[in-house]
């Protein structure tokens, strides 16, 4: 595969969280930015695709919060991350944004993947407790069904404690009642 001129090296000192919105109209949709360096997502598996329809059609927060998928959580200059799922406050969304500040983040989602197994369950946790991200789940693939691992932020220490792994049913809370099915029911119940 050969890169666009544009991509490689890339800026000196590394890209910036604000180049993220101003890349060249042939960029990837799905790109992120972690530690300065771009990183492209691969193409989703059914798995990824009917896990982030479940968590955003069963996820229902009071009336403060939005869910969204897919956008990016602007942590420093040279992290923007681009989670599965997020819970925001719905004050922080716009029609226009690209992304969100962590204090605007109630929750973040990362459906794990062959390629973003390490980023998922390591670089990016550790991102997201020490920018104050009260809550983190990452979601896992176990014989085709979905097993999602909770964690919330012990604010002390800025680091995220575990609070369950769960199968079948995931029931927690966040500040709000949480019960999902995780049967990936095919196709998705509307």
């Known amino acids: 595969m050969t890169l666009p001129e544009w991509f490689y090296p890339g800026p000196a000192g590394g890209w910036t969280a604000d180049m993220l919105d101003h890349l060249p109209p042939g960029?990837?949709?799905?790109?992120?930015?972690?530690?300065?360096s771009l990183i492209m997502m691969s193409p989703q598996t059914g798995f990824h695709m009917l896990t982030l329809r479940l968590f955003e059609g069963s996820l229902h927060p009071p009336q403060e919060l939005i869910v969204?998928?897919?956008?990016?959580?602007?942590?420093?200059?040279?992290?923007?991350?681009e989670p599965d799922i997020?819970?925001?406050?719905?004050?922080?969304?716009?029609?226009k944004g690209t992304s969100f500040k962590p204090e605007d983040v109630h929750l973040v989602v990362e459906v794990v993947s062959d390629e973003s197994r390490d980023r998922d369950r390591t670089t990016k946790p550790i991102k997201y407790s020490n920018a104050g991200?009260?809550?983190?789940?990452?979601?896992?693939?176990?014989?085709?069904?979905?097993?999602?691992?909770?964690?919330?932020?012990?604010p002390t220490v800025k680091a995220y404690v575990p609070t369950g792994i769960h199968r079948k049913r995931l029931q927690t809370h966040i500040g709000f009642d949480v019960d999902i099915d995780l049967d990936l029911k095919w196709p998705p119940p509307v």
């Open 68 to 81: 969204v998928r897919e956008m990016t959580v602007t942590l420093g200059l040279r992290q923007r991350p």
């Open 27 to 36: 960029a990837p949709r799905h790109v992120e930015l972690i530690d300065g």
């Open 86 to 95: 997020l819970l925001v406050n719905r004050s922080a969304f716009s029609t």
């Open 133 to 154: 991200i009260k809550f983190f789940w990452r979601v896992e693939q176990e014989d085709g069904l979905p097993v999602v691992y909770t964690f919330e932020l012990e």
